[in-house]
């Protein structure tokens, strides 16, 4: 299983981005798909997590800002970052797992796979 993170870069805040994942070596529509971000100190946390239906959790931090959306038949998941600000900045990972529980969807620990991350920069 491979899963690659693009789309990250540096922003004002009140800006917007857009992260992709894309994911291979895995029968994409079966797996819950999470974003996860570290920022420098802090521990991994959850920005958003998607089933493939599209029952979507998202972090208090976020909500109303970021949106999460996934194409099973292309094996995408996407963020769409917006009113970005200087506190989202941080290395953001998708992660991609089978079998979790639902309500265990926010701890980093239930993910079997991860990409390799993509840095998020929000300036003031």
């Known amino acids: 299983v491979q899963l690659q993170a693009s789309g990250g870069g540096l922003v004002q805040a009140g800006g917007s981005l857009r992260l992709s994942c894309s994911a291979s070596g895995l029968t994409f529509r079966r797996y819950i798909m999470g974003w996860f971000r570290q920022a420098p100190g802090k521990q991994r946390e959850l920005v958003a997590v998607?089933?493939?239906?599209?029952?979507?959790i998202y972090a208090d931090s976020v909500k109303g800002r970021f949106t999460t959306s996934r194409d099973n038949a292309k094996n995408m998941v996407y963020l769409q970052m917006n009113s970005l600000r200087p506190d989202d900045t941080a290395v953001y990972y998708c992660?991609?797992?089978?079998?979790?529980?639902?309500?265990?969807?926010?701890?980093?620990?239930?993910?079997?796979?991860w990409g390799q991350g993509t840095l998020v920069t929000v300036s003031s």
């Open positions: 992660a991609a797992d089978q079998h979790l529980i639902w309500g265990r969807a926010h701890f980093s620990s239930e993910y079997d796979y």
């Open positions: 998607i089933r493939s239906g599209g029952n979507t």
